[in-house]
């Protein structure tokens, strides 16, 4: 392995570390992984659901909210379609959920058996009967144009909540939410179908509101020299529409020849302590004003009693929104970011009420592999701290039977215990298990919908050793026949369920993209899983004249096709990998985020690990390198075969407990027991008998 340790600017550490209060150390773990713009770190030290993105920034939702209150209020059937995945399922449940506590007549359905992905026509036939009027698609539908093109015929209206790669056309649909279709208006594109899920969800209850849809007009003036500037903004929905900054010389000008009289006209005002801003405008226009003011400070003093009897200035000063922004930071900037924050505390149905779903959109978004940045980081901060604290009866049993409760739970306990039972119950063709577990009020019922999808788990998990062992010769071939490049396996005795489980473990075992399909009856069904070397959703496009359905991320796609395209696709899927760049298998390069002397090589050093949680995509553990360390006490370890090695690694204060997975060959190699050497690791919080201990994940080691 080649150890990399990127030099960054010193006085870059500086400015950062004193900007943000935080370590030098840390803040050249920021620069290291390209992290230095404000709003990139502010989701580092944030946690507040304050920082998320306004759901109304997506342009459609406005129309979105509006169409289901209409059903709402006309009695109309809704239908909620989802996906057979966590995501699907968990963004299934939360929709569900929050539209039955509207009252509206709801019904829900996921693909079972197997079912394709997304909407089908057979489905659209069964919704036609059921008297449905608005059909809303979650984590699917982006790609369905003719389907939904056929339920509009019949007078049905779709809304599509999703967050896959569009296709060239979008499907007709009353409003669309999906951050990565180029004019959605929404600016962070790597959002979880549960997460765009949750957008809705939060317009909807701030449609409750007596906020929603309504202008506020927000006003402050200060003096400058001999005149007054005056700043006014609108906003809808908390977001700035408008803004206008104007500077007023007194009897210079009469009010109504400003372009702030004509700019809020005959509106309400909201303005920060009346007496102070009163006072000015008389300054610029004389003792009468026809402007209507409402003093907003007392409403923003209860719901932040620090800021009580400050100036605008002063609260400037202490702002941590302020302290994020790339631009200058006015006095207006605050007041109107005071007064958001003010109206989102202050609705209990938006700052409680939304919270407390964040568990399942940290589910959605961690299973479906979503990168760790931007308000990715906050849904799953702030949902892992609702996950420890559990209330779903649900999941409380999938956490107690996984003996989780022993433990604090962080993303990868989620990644590799809660997700993987969740979405056995999709791969298995009863997804609706899952949801009826999530969903149900009724504590006995949760329960046994738990057992039986932990018991449906381990079906999957023995079905994927099997499948495992069968494709691994095919694997290899086509691995062989692709030069190396591509994975391709096809499997009549395959169950499709497991398709994208052997598809991933082949990509990562090849370290290439890997496609794996099953049969079913006149139809085949593929999953695949690549690198970031091919875009998933560009490979299949290239046979979108053979499938009868496709859609995906980059990483990941799947497709249904029908069985006597099969010889056409694999003649062809061959003649374009041909072409494919051959990948150049290097030694693996581990980037060192910091290196810790001797000294510094404390558990101080947790606090640091502690501030880049969680990790996952986009953002992995934090590497270290500390040179000139003692090795003692090597063990090898191991169920069937001791390859790997459990030491104490010793420096003058501490003596670490470490352990080196699959690092037995390197004894006597590369180091042994005594040597003093350097040493790339991870640490970690090892729980045990409900004792926690910190502990060294030995990356790599060598001799000084």
């Known amino acids: 392995m080649i150890w990399k340790k990127k030099d960054v600017d010193p006085q870059k550490i500086k400015t950062i570390s004193k900007k943000f209060n935080i370590s030098l150390l840390e803040a050249s773990v920021f620069l290291r992984r390209n992290i230095e713009n404000e709003k990139d770190i502010c989701f580092f030290l944030e946690n507040d659901i304050r920082f998320l993105h306004n759901p109304f920034l997506f342009n459609d939702m406005e129309e979105a909210v509006d169409r289901i209150h209409a059903a709402i209020e006309s009695e109309e059937k809704i239908f909620v379609f989802g996906d057979r995945d966590v995501d699907g399922i968990t963004a299934t449940v939360l929709l569900v959920r929050l539209l039955k506590r509207c009252g509206a007549d709801v019904e829900w359905g996921l693909p079972s058996g197997d079912d394709s992905y997304g909407l089908t026509f057979e489905l659209l036939d069964s919704i036609k009967k059921k008297g449905i009027g608005l059909l809303i698609t979650v984590d699917c539908g982006i790609s369905n144009i003719d389907e939904i093109d056929s ?49 809705l969800i939060w317009a909807l209850l701030f449609s409750e509101t007596k906020y929603y849809s309504r202008d506020i007009f927000l006003l402050h003036i200060r003096p400058v020299n001999a005149a007054y500037e005056v700043e006014a903004v609108r906003l809808v929905n908390l977001i700035e529409k408008e803004r206008i900054i104007e500077t007023i010389v007194p009897n210079m000008v009469g009010e109504k020849e400003t372009r702030l009289y004509h700019f809020i006209g005959a509106n309400e005002v909201y303005i920060f302590t009346t007496k102070d801003q009163q006072r000015l405008l008389e300054q610029c226009f004389g003792p009468s004003t026809s402007y209507s003011f409402v003093d907003i400070s007392s409403f923003i003093f209860e719901a932040f009693p620090g800021v009580k009897d400050k100036s605008l200035l002063k609260i400037k000063e202490k702002s941590r929104i302020a302290l994020y922004s790339e631009k200058p930071f006015t ?32 589910l959605g978004t961690l299973a479906d592999i979503m ?13 892992l701290d ?13 956490i107690y039977n996984s003996d989780l409760h022993l433990k604090k739970i962080n993303s990868k306990e989620v990644s590799w215990y809660i997700t993987p039972i969740i979405n056995a119950s999709g791969r298995m063709g009863e997804p609706d298990k899952a949801a009826r577990m999530l969903l149900s009020e009724d504590r006995d019922e949760a329960a046994e919908l738990a057992k039986y999808i932990i018991k449906l788990n381990e079906k999957r998990k023995n079905m994927g050793e099997s499948a495992w062992n069968k494709v691994m010769p095919m694997a290899k071939k086509s691995f062989e026949d692709t030069r190396e490049k591509f994975v391709l396996v096809i499997g009549e005795s395959l169950q499709r369920g497991i398709t994208g489980v052997i598809a991933a473990r082949l990509s990562k075992f090849f370290k290439v993209p890997a496609l794996v399909i099953a049969f079913l009856e006149k139809r085949v069904v593929g999953s695949m899983r690549t690198t970031l070397a091919v875009n998933a959703k560009d490979f299949l496009h290239q046979f979108n004249d053979l499938f009868a359905d496709f859609g995906g991320h980059d990483l990941a796609g799947g497709f249904t096709m029908p069985a006597e395209n099969l010889d056409e696709f694999r003649k062809r899927f061959y003649e374009i990998v041909g072409h494919l760049t051959t990948p150049i298998h290097t030694e693996e390069v581990l980037d060192i985020d910091a290196e810790i002397p001797l000294a510094y090589f404390t558990p101080e050093l947790w606090n640091v690990v502690e501030l880049f949680r969680p990790y996952g995509e986009g953002n992995p553990p934090l590497l270290f390198l500390t040179k000139k360390a003692k090795v003692k006490n090597l063990e090898l370890i191991g169920k069937k075969e001791r390859l790997h090695l459990r030491m104490l690694i010793d420096i003058p204060q501490y003596k670490w407990p470490a352990i080196f997975w699959n690092g037995a060959e390197h004894v006597d190699k590369a180091f042994s027991e005594g040597d003093i050497v350097d040493i790339v690791y991870n640490l970690s919080m090892n729980y045990y008998h409900n004792t926690e201990t910190l502990r060294l994940n030995i990356i790599d080691m060598k001799r000084s």
């Open 331 to 362: 006095e207006m900037d605050v007041f109107k970011n005071l007064l958001i924050s003010s109206i989102i505390k202050s609705e209990q149905a938006i700052s409680e009420e939304y919270y407390n779903q964040m568990d399942l959109i940290a």
């Open 151 to 199: 339920v509009k015929k019949e007078g049905i209206d779709t809304i599509i909540v999703d967050h896959h790669n569009p296709h060239e056309y979008l499907p007709d649909a009353v409003a669309i939410l999906n951050p990565k279709v180029e004019e959605s208006g929404y600016p962070f594109k790597d959002l979880s179908g549960c997460a765009v899920t949750s957008k």
């Open 371 to 383: 990168p760790l940045i931007d308000e990715n980081r906050i849904f799953v901060k702030t949902g």
């Open 386 to 398: 609702v996950l420890n604290k559990v209330k779903r009866d649900g999941l409380r049993d999938l």
